[in-house]
């Protein structure tokens, strides 16, 4: 199965684990799973980190490679298919890395791994956490 981990879910899964369910860590921690982190999350935990909104993702983010290795994570760069996917989303949620994540997701065949119930008005979009 492949993963893609929404950025709270990196974030988490790397400072503060046990805020996974159970069943969605068991999924990326599966060695059988593919785990992808989007190229978006870093620009993402930049801006809370310079808004002053998440003030340990300093340090996450000049360990993030380190980071990717411990999980298995492999990198998923925002391609020009993602950016038109997510011009084509019928959903009226405006964050554009929520949107971005979710056009990753479908393109790529992912289950997104995220905690935000946002997602679930989402068609198409399959997502884990529970």
């Known amino acids: 199965m492949r993963l893609l981990l929404d950025t709270h879910a990196a974030y988490w899964a790397i400072r503060e684990p046990t805020r996974i ?3 969605a860590r068991d999924l990326v921690e ?4 593919e785990v992808l982190v ?3 999350t870093p620009w993402e935990l930049g801006i809370k980190f ?3 909104l998440l003030p340990g993702a300093g340090l996450f983010l000049e360990a993030l490679e380190r980071h990717l290795r411990f999980l298995r994570a492999t ?3 925002v391609t020009l298919e993602h950016s038109l996917a997510t011009a084509h989303l019928e ?3 405006r964050d554009p890395f929520d949107r971005m994540l979710a056009a990753q ?3 790529e065949n992912a289950v997104l791994v995220t905690a935000d119930a946002a997602f679930s008005s989402l068609a198409g979009l399959r997502t884990a956490w529970k």
């Open 30 to 33: 599966d060695m059988g799973n």
């Open 50 to 52: 310079r808004k002053g």
């Open 105 to 107: 997701a479908i393109v």
């Open 91 to 93: 959903w009226t949620h």
């Open 75 to 77: 990198e998923l760069p």
């Open 21 to 23: 369910p159970s069943p």
């Open 38 to 40: 989007s190229a978006i």
